[in-house]
């Protein structure tokens, strides 16, 4: 069965500096988020993807995040300048349809 | 705006019995969409089940059933046969009316479902 992925799995890095999270969501589907959940806390959503262009996007998600879908497979999340309380679990999910939404197994980011 | 409520932070179900698990929700749309996901401790999101305001029948999917009331703005999730994989953190979620575009899921703060031997 198809599903989405997404790496790393966890990725640890310092206060300042850029990660990108990488996701490839299920073929064919056209729809592609991303989320977040601070530990023991609920899911956050942050943007949303269509059609080559961003749908939606949350007050979180500011001048330093972005998202890319660079080719055909891939939905990247790039955070410029990371700080301590970016520390998350980021989902990514996709969908084939506009009512559908299919969650990766989630990056652990952490911040030091 | 959307909300979503979920009132129980924990539940305890004997094995295979049935447990409902409370949802409501708050939206001026007239067209949304209701979904509830398990999260167990590997962290993974998976989606269970969904149910369209408008869809006449409650939805079901195996031992999954939504008890949709739309008066009441409930979305309860009812799990038949409780088996000892379903403990996990239970997650009720609603997107907007759809648009043709990528709309977001609001999530409520869930509820860790133990299922007791």
Redesign the interface.
């Known amino acids: 069965e198809p599903e989405v992925t997404q790496t790393p799995s966890h990725q640890v890095t310092q206060m300042g500096q850029e990660v990108i999270l990488r996701c490839v969501p299920i073929s064919n589907h056209l729809?592609?988020?991303w989320?977040r959940q601070i530990l023991g806390?609920?899911?956050?959503?942050l943007v949303?993807?269509?059609?080559n262009e961003i749908?939606?996007k949350?007050e979180i998600f500011d001048d330093q995040f972005s998202v890319e879908r660079p080719d055909g497979s891939n939905f990247t999340l790039k955070i410029r300048s990371t700080k301590l309380e970016d520390s998350a679990?980021y989902?990514c999910?996709s969908?084939g349809t506009?009512?559908?939404?299919?969650?990766?197994?989630?990056t652990?980011l952490t911040v030091t | 705006a959307q909300k979503i409520t979920q009132t129980q932070p924990g539940m305890f179900v004997q094995e295979k019995e049935a447990v409902t698990l409370d949802c409501t929700y708050d939206t001026s749309d007239q067209s949304y969409?209701l979904?509830w996901?398990k999260q167990p401790s590997?962290?993974?999101?998976?989606?269970l089940i969904?149910q369209?305001s408008y869809d006449e029948q409650n939805a079901t999917e195996g031992r999954y059933s939504l008890n949709f009331q739309k008066a009441r703005k409930s979305a309860n999730l009812v799990i038949s046969a409780s088996q000892l994989g379903d403990s996990a953190m239970y997650?009720c979620?609603m997107?907007a009316r759809?648009?043709?575009?990528?709309?977001?899921?609001?999530?409520?703060?869930?509820t860790q479902l133990t299922v007791l031997p």
């Open positions: 729809y592609f988020y989320y806390q609920k899911v956050e959503f949303s993807f269509y059609n749908s939606e949350s679990m989902f999910a969908g506009d009512y559908e939404q299919y969650f990766g197994p989630g652990r | 969409g979904f996901y590997s962290g993974e999101m998976i989606f969904y369209g997650f979620a997107r759809p648009t043709g575009s990528a709309r977001q899921l609001t999530f409520g703060s869930g």
